[in-house]
């Protein structure tokens, strides 16, 4: 199983297809990605399969960065995020849950950064993600 809903690597997602996972939290999907858009600006996503383990992520790229992937499930997302040192220092600075912080610091650092999820099920959950988000555009 992987960790994407989507494990078929042969069937890209559809949009009827990501509305019938996401359920309700479709409309929380279209507002993280058009906050995507206005925080950093020239916003494209690309469905990516990377594994059988993965799935299919949708990339959330800005100006030839990666921002962040997408990750469908049974009716929420999480959403992963690559920090490097400077938005690792920037995030411990910043008011955010301590099992965020956690889950950034207990993160395996990489020559890319420091790779950690979130789940996305409410739209509470969308500042969190803002927050996140412009610690990532401002590194």
Avoid: H
Avoid at 78 to 99: C, I, Q, R, W, Y
């Amino acid at each position: 199983m992987s960790l994407s809903i989507f494990d078929e690597k042969a069937l890209i997602p559809t949009e009827d297809m990501l509305s019938e996972a996401l359920s309700n939290t479709r409309t929380i999907w279209n507002d993280a990605l058009k906050l995507m858009d206005q925080t950093c600006g020239d916003l494209n996503t690309e469905w990516k399969y990377y594994s059988k383990s993965a799935g299919w992520t949708l990339v959330a790229n800005s100006k030839k960065r990666k921002m962040a992937y997408f990750i469908p499930l049974k009716g929420f997302f999480k959403v992963n995020f690559v920090f490097g040192e400077k938005a690792v220092t920037e995030a411990k600075s910043a008011d955010l849950p301590e099992s965020v912080l956690l889950s950034i610091s207990e993160a395996r650092p990489y020559m890319e950064g420091r790779s950690f999820m979130i789940d996305i099920k409410t739209d509470a959950d969308i500042e969190l993600f803002g927050k996140l988000l412009k610690i990532k555009n401002n590194t």
